[in-house]
């Protein structure tokens, strides 16, 4: 073989490697690594991104980390960020960022109680003397709250994430993510405490929705795609699958958890229909719609949280990249009759 033949060889070589190549991909979180994360992680574990093209970095938030900045700077491809809250204020503010997913068909927020208290029912809560709450929710679904059914400002005091006070008085309720606070109250209460979900009672948002940038949702929407198909398809293995390595890359970014703490919290995620369940089941993970996004912000509306017409609702989401049954097969094929 000559040489001029070898160079020929190596530089088609070249081209097809670079053809093949994956996308690089940088994905945040907004918090440490935990269970309502475990189906991006196991994207990354089992090859699902590598598979559909991509090379993902994950980088997790925390409480001294704030990831949200970093999407419209341009610093980060996708934000997992909250509920659609966070997405109305975007566009309100004229952030330059859509929701191209949501994988959780409930909102994990809820209020917990002890047993044996009387709050039993979701009505009896707005009785209780004591509610601790965080700033943010008092701003936010608290005011829901009020509007919607009947709760008190009188019953406020701070939460700052330390459940003593709340173990300490059995009267009083307190603010949790219901697939994480009711785990850690048992560990250390010893207790299994009574657990409301908003999105029960009429708290109709999704949460842990995926934002891209409106930019790159215009210019590459395959790579969108291919994303938001890879994290659902990763969602189904995490919770009907092996999750073992993922669970481990899980506690290798936040050595505070537990196997013990993300199983019983995969067990609460399946319980509580937080991720499969509603239009999911049939749409596949990821799932959304237009008039459900239209029914939570009118709630946000009689609440006071908004101005009628104040945030432009086509701006908040698309649905071009979901509702397309994505994963249903690789669910069927996994969880058997």
Known sequence: MTFLSRLTLAALAAIAGAAHANDQVTFATNWKAQAAHGGFYQAIADGTYR???LDVKLVPGGPQVNNRPLLPAGRIDFLMTGNLLHSFDNVKNG???????AM????PQALIAHPGQGYDSFEALKKAPVALIAKDGQFSWWQWLKVTHGFRDEALKPYNYNLAPFL????AIQQGYSVAEPIYVQNQGKFKPVVHLLADHGFSTYSTVIEARTDTVRDKPDLVKRFVDASAIGWVKYLYGDRRAANALMLKDNPEMTVEELEASVALMKQQGIVDSGEALQNGIGAMNAARIQDFYAQMVKAGLYKPGEVDLSKVATLQFVNRKVGVDTKAALVKP
């Not at 952030?95 to 997913?101: D, N």
């Open 104 to 107: 959780f068909q409930k909102d």
């Open 51 to 53: 598979q559909h093209g």
């Open 168 to 171: 300490a008085n059995p009267k």
């Open 95 to 101: 952030v330059p960022t859509v929701v191209v997913a």
